[in-house]
Nanobody, 124 residues
Framework: QVAVLESGGGSAQVGGSLRGSCAAT????????MSWYRQSPGNEREFVAI????????YADSVKGRFTISHQNYAKNRVYLQMSDLKLEDTAMYYC?????????????????WGQGTQVTVSS
């Protein structure tokens, strides 16, 4: 009922920048909290950043000051993840997650949806 699509990511050198995008299916009767997680081989998926519908944000300590999550053109179902000053340890598959609360339309209540992921590779 809610599709989540990531794009962007790619490869960069240490100290470089990349930008990821995420878009969830838009319903006017739904409210979105968007977040990014990442997972590298052999590790568990970990939280990266979150943005609530009111624009408030929170970040993992490991990316604070380097990554920025923002809404795209004020659309609450679309976000960017701007990644700057990249480090080797930022290499991972990045997943977009959306917590969607609907008061009608596709359903009533709150559900969570994940995208398929976009790869970020940082090299020296």
């Amino acid at each position: 009922q809610v599709a989540v699509l990531e794009s962007g990511g790619g490869s960069a050198q240490v100290g470089g920048s990349l930008r990821g995008s995420c878009a969830a299916t838009e319903y006017t009767v739904c409210f979105y909290t968007m977040s990014w997680y990442r997972q590298s081989p052999g590790n568990e998926r970990e939280f990266v950043a979150i943005i609530h519908g009111n624009g408030s944000t929170n970040y993992a300590d490991s990316v604070k000051g380097r990554f920025t999550i923002s809404h795209q053109n004020y659309a609450k179902n679309r976000v960017y993840l701007q990644m700057s000053d990249l480090k080797l340890e930022d290499t991972a598959m990045y997943y977009c997650k959306t917590d969607v609360r609907c008061v009608g339309g596709p359903y009533v209540g709150k559900r969570t949806f994940w995208g398929q992921g976009t790869q970020v590779t940082v090299s020296s």
